[in-house]
């Protein structure tokens, strides 16, 4: 069973930057593709970005292409989500996931693991 720690949210002030992780632990993480997605309150699960498993592929929302930078260090099973030039609407609580495949997707119902997030709060 994988399991699926994240970590790195908390307050920033627009225009500012968090780095988030997560940790991973009890598969081998590198044949696994990985996702980050986030909720905010009266909204539904969004899509953010993908990276396979060996990090060939990597997919945006266009919401926060060329803002956030997905990557993953199998080496340390963790991955990351690099977040610049953050807006109050990229407030969310934010989960990473994990998919028994290598290869990506946007769509949360094809992925298997879950996070249990954590809460990024921009303000204005």
Known sequence: QVQLVESGGG????GGSL???CAASGGTFSRYA???FRLAPGK???????????GSSIYYADSVKGRFTISREN????LYLQMNSLKPEDTAVYYCAGRQSWVVSIKDTEYN???Q???VTVSS
């Open 11 to 14: 307050l920033v002030q627009a």
């Open 44 to 54: 539904e699960r969004e899509f953010v970005g993908t990276i396979a498993g060996l």
């Open 75 to 78: 080496a340390k099973n963790t």
């Open 113 to 115: 693991y879950w996070g």
């Open 34 to 36: 990985m996702g980050w």
């Open 117 to 119: 997030g954590t809460q």
């Open 19 to 21: 780095r988030l992780s």
